[in-house]
Antibody, heavy 120, light 108 residues
Framework: QITLKESGPTLVKPTQTLTLTCSFS??????????VGWIRQPPGKALEWVSL???????RYRPSLKSRLTITKDTSKNQVVLTMTNMDPVDTATYYC?????????????WGQGILVTVS | SSELTQDPAVSVALGQTVKITCHGD??????TNWYQQKPGQAPVLVIY???NRPSGIPDRFSDSNSGNTASLTITGAQAEDEADYYC???????????FGGGTKLTVL
């Protein structure tokens, strides 16, 4: 059974740095083709892709957020960490950790429950 | 282009067929993935990579593609299909993932 769970602060102040951890089980991020990423959803709004890290440590970032983001993985701990600097109220959103595989468009087969992060 | 465009809302009578569309220049090059999201829940993948359904997804869900338009079809919509639907693919550079703005499906 594959599970992903997000953890981190639910309230941050403007200009602070947000650190979110995704802890997962049931798969290995060392598997070729695997990716773990972050999707966010502001309240009442659409999904936004934020970042991805692949099995080979290739990292991708949403262009509009690239300067503020860092994604890392610890394969031995089955964790992926996302850091977002200089938080702003517009970053208030539910942040989902996701597992993708199976196609170049990386369908996200598994989602965490999400963590609501409020910037205020 | 780095955008996918969806109609904000669509409705369908119970048991009828509905098509939800997604437009974007990148769709001429890349497959579309479709997600269903019900209120208060995380999204669920319903279709990926040219009409593949994850296990547990009913076969009334299917997709098709024509040029820069992808379509999710629900044949015989059920009350439980009422949800927001999002398309996703890569942008035209191929380097990044993008989502459409979502379509709210109402089953009447």
């Amino acid at each position: 059974q594959i599970t992903l769970k997000e953890s981190g602060p639910t309230l941050v102040k403007p200009t602070q740095t947000l650190t979110l951890t995704c802890s997962f089980s049931g798969f290995s991020l060392s598997t070729i083709g695997m990716g773990v990423g972050w999707i966010r959803q502001p309240p009442g709004k659409a999904l936004e892709w934020v970042s991805l890290i692949y099995w080979d440590d290739d990292k991708r970032y949403r262009p509009s957020l690239k300067s503020r983001l860092t994604i890392t993985k610890d394969t031995s701990k089955n964790q992926v960490v996302l850091t977002m600097t200089n938080m702003d109220p517009v970053d208030t959103a539910t942040y989902y950790c996701v597992r993708g595989s199976g196609s170049y468009t990386l369908p996200f087969h598994n989602w965490g429950q999400g963590i609501l992060v409020t910037v205020s | 282009s780095s955008e996918l465009t969806q109609d904000p809302a669509v409705s369908v009578a119970l048991g009828q067929t509905v098509k939800i569309t997604c437009h974007g220049d990148s769709l001429t090059s890349y497959y579309t993935n479709w997600y269903q999201q019900k209120p208060g829940q995380a999204p669920v993948l319903v279709i990926y990579a040219k009409n593949n359904r994850p296990s547990g997804i009913p076969d009334r869900f299917s997709d098709s593609n024509s040029g820069n338009t992808a379509s999710l079809t629900i044949t015989g919509a059920q009350a439980e299909d009422e949800a927001d639907y999002y398309c996703s693919s890569r942008d035209t550079s191929g380097d990044h993932l993008i989502f459409g703005g979502g379509t709210k499906l109402t089953v009447l």
